[in-house]
């Protein structure tokens, strides 16, 4: 008797639902889990109050990722998310930390007499326009960078113009130094503070050129501009002597200057779809056009499975976010009146 009162005790425990509470207990602590090994992942240290506080930033973020990822597998949206090295980060955050595209710096270039931009050689170029063109099969595009806690955004977009305009005039191919420019290049632009491409490239001609990575490393991803190493300048492995500023808003333009080089570019990335983008198409209704960060476009071409044509963008955030670093941004869109996340704004290339 006593056996069979048991088992009808436990068969009604068994039987009593799980309340919300213990659901959403349950629900914490996988993402916690989850929060423990991205920790581990992308060596975030911190805990206490700290910890508490990124967690509850990283469960809000989860959510954002998951609920669009639910979309993504429906056929609903052409980019999925994920839980990249951002993923602690509030939107205010992250737009304080890792964009610094400031296009009211042009003033300052202007008032020390360095002005030019009209050297847009790609227009007397006939030729036909290939359906696809990606500039890193071609040798002209260095590894994924990283700028780390610093808005130097702007120093890696004139790199890579650089970079590439370097090895279409028939050099090897160099990646050269961000800190040079982060760091000497202070009279017009502002180091982690943000910058402006036209504006290094005033400054590489002024310079006389631009020394290689390797001779100037980077050190500044921690977020603090350090002191210009004036025996560096002399140690010059690219230059240029002028640069186009491209018709703004005219991705046809963009395109033709495409087919002969990198270009360096400036587009709006504040928003979550690009703060945690992990791969697919990003079309234009996803972002504005406030400029806020300097990016280079190596090339652009055609996804069959979501039937766009895109551009195809090199980030500076390392090759763990994105694609392997790169972002595929929607091209010549037709349902918006301007191009995905401004791209044709305010593109822009170097001449040799």
Request: include cysteine; glycine fraction near 8%.
């Amino acid at each position: 008797m006593r056996v069979i009162l048991l088992l009808a005790a436990i068969a009604a425990t068994c039987a009593i639902p799980t309340s919300p509470a213990s659901k959403t207990s349950s629900v914490d602590d996988e993402i916690h889990l989850a929060f423990i090994s991205w920790k581990n992942k992308f060596e975030k240290v911190y805990d206490g109050a700290e910890h508490l506080a990124r967690f509850a930033v990283f469960k809000a973020n989860m959510e954002i990722i998951r609920a669009h990822n639910a979309l993504y597998e429906l056929g609903e949206e052409t980019f999925s998310m994920a839980a990249n090295q951002f993923a602690d980060m509030t939107a205010e955050e992250f737009k304080r930390t890792v964009l610094g595209y400031k296009p009211e710096l042009k003033g300052k270039r202007l008032l020390q007499g360095l002005n030019s931009g009209k050297n847009c050689t790609h227009r007397s170029n006939n030729s036909t326009r290939p359906k696809a063109i990606d500039w890193r099969t071609k040798s002209a595009v260095t590894p994924v960078k990283n700028q780390g806690q610093c808005g130097s955004c702007w120093s890696f977009s004139t790199t890579g113009a650089v970079e590439g305009a370097w090895v279409v005039a028939g050099h090897p191919l160099i990646s050269l130094s961000e800190e040079e420019l982060v760091q000497c290049d202070t009279k017009s632009d502002q180091g982690c503070n943000g910058g402006l491409m036209d504006n290094a490239y005033a400054w590489i001609i002024q310079n006389g050129g631009i020394a290689a990575e390797d001779v100037y490393p980077y050190i500044s991803g921690n977020g603090t501009t350090g002191v210009c190493h004036v025996a560096f300048l002399s140690k010059k492995v690219a230059s240029i002597s002028d640069w186009c500023d491209l018709k703004p808003e005219d991705e046809s333009d963009l395109e033709l200057a495409l087919v002969q080089q990198p270009v360096a570019v400036a587009i709006e990335a504040d928003q979550s779809s690009f703060q945690f983008y992990n791969g697919g198409v990003l079309p234009a209704k996803k972002c504005g056009t406030k400029l806020d960060h300097g990016v280079l476009a190596v090339g652009y071409g055609y996804d069959k499975k979501h039937k766009m044509h895109y551009w195809i963008v090199k980030n500076s955030w390392g090759a763990e976010w994105g694609d392997e670093g790169y972002i595929r941004l929607e091209k010549m869109p037709k349902k918006t009146k301007h191009s995905a996340c401004g791209i044709a704004k305010a593109a822009s290339y170097p001449t040799v």
